[in-house]
């Protein structure tokens, strides 16, 4: 009984996201969901309490890879910077696989402007991510491959820039080669554009 009703559960989850894929959020509502899902509305919120959970619990699994793939190559690099360089190769991959889902967080965002609830839940994975980079800066300063810098400005300046990709890939999709443009922008941030003396 609890193994099927995981599968109903997981069911929904793979309904909703392509529904919003193909649709957006706005445009799709629980009674879309589960008529593709073929399931009640009281099945449907016996998973799910609204809407809105069900892009959360999407948009934490697509993060969560992300996290278990940064921990991962923290363990097969020999210093932060070079760390947070293989961050950004995978992160550009994540754009291009993640493309359909850009115009859904957009739209999430854009709603979480009129709505508390959605702005706390929106809000707590963007600050997460400036306590872990700022995290791994300190742990750069710390062994020494980076300069002493503020650890949590560096890291808001990290989140600022991805999130910036992140609009860009929305407006202009094709615009760039994300398998690179990423490790680029880190390197120059990383690196610098001053030129030193010899």
Not at 44 to 70: C, N, P, R, V
Not at 137 to 146: D, F, K, P, R
Not at 190 to 198: C, I, N, S
Request: overall charge negative.
């Amino acid at each position: 009984m609890q193994h099927r009703s995981e599968e109903t559960r997981t069911h929904i989850l793979e309904v909703a996201n392509l529904l919003f894929s193909k649709n957006g959020y706005d445009a799709t509502g629980v009674a879309e969901i589960c008529h593709a899902a073929g399931v009640s509305k009281g099945a449907f919120y016996h998973h799910f309490a609204t809407k809105q959970s069900i892009f959360m619990e999407l948009m934490e699994s697509w993060l969560s890879g992300l996290d278990a793939g940064f921990k991962l190559l923290l363990t097969q690099t020999a210093n932060i910077p070079q760390a947070l360089l293989q961050m950004a190769d995978m992160t550009g991959n994540v754009f291009i696989s993640a493309d359909v889902r850009l115009p859904i967080f957009l739209e999430f965002w854009t709603r979480a402007n009129r709505d508390p609830a959605i702005w706390q839940a929106t809000i707590e994975p963007y600050r997460r991510y400036q306590a872990y980079f700022s995290t791994l800066v300190q742990e750069g300063i710390a062994e020494g491959s980076l300069e002493p810098v503020d650890a949590a400005l560096a890291s808001r300046a990290l989140v600022y820039q991805a999130m910036g990709m992140l609009m860009h890939a929305l407006f202009d999709p094709e615009g760039v080669d994300w398998s690179t443009e990423i490790r680029r922008s880190i390197e120059i941030m990383l690196y610098g554009m001053v030129r030193r003396e010899a």
